[in-house]
């Protein structure tokens, strides 16, 4: 189970800091996503970490602005979200990445809204 | 503008089948795996398809999986009015270095 938090409303330029608790599994196994989802529109992958958090990747509309981060030793991931913009409102979820991403597990999803 | 073209909608009455396309390039479903998503509203995605074909435990066989060259297809026989939802072809894209998603297929089952 993955329970996320920290979402909620913020002023364009701010900063938020999402946070995942993973449970029934070791995070530190796997590598773990954050995944988007902005009102009535698709999906869209924003960044991964690797298990050991030793490598990192983001989706380039948020490069730059965003910082993925992992606690094995809490079995959290984290996604400092900084400079933010009214593009980023959108529901975020946290996922596992079991196979060549391929996500079996996923959050509940963290409501984030970005406006003035 | 999605990396992975799906089709917005489609439909089909209970009991029958249907499919849904998801069309790639070489530098993402061509030299990736494929895996699809079922989201119903007001809820996560659920992993249906995995490695192109493979169904994770407790999905139906209702469900399948395929792939040819930098295409896939989500099939669904069946069908149930629980199906009802909006689903989604994902892979890696190795020429951006990211994970690319479809733009969804809402399906409705008459």
Known sequence: QLVESGGGLVQPGGSLRLSCVGSGFTLSNYWMLWVRQAPAKGLEWVSRIRGDGSATGYADSVKGRFTISRDNAKNTLYLQMSSLRVEDTAVYYCTRDFYYFAMDVWGQGTTVTVSS | QSVLTQPPSVSAAPGQKVTISCSGSSSNIGNNYVSWYQQLPGTAPKLLIYDNNKRPSGIPDRFSGSKSGTSATLGITGLQ??????????????????????????LTVL
């Open chain 2, 81 to 106: 009015t629980g199906d009802e939802a909006n689903y989604y072809c994902g892979t890696w894209d190795s020429g951006l270095s990211g994970g690319v998603f479809g733009g969804g297929t809402k």
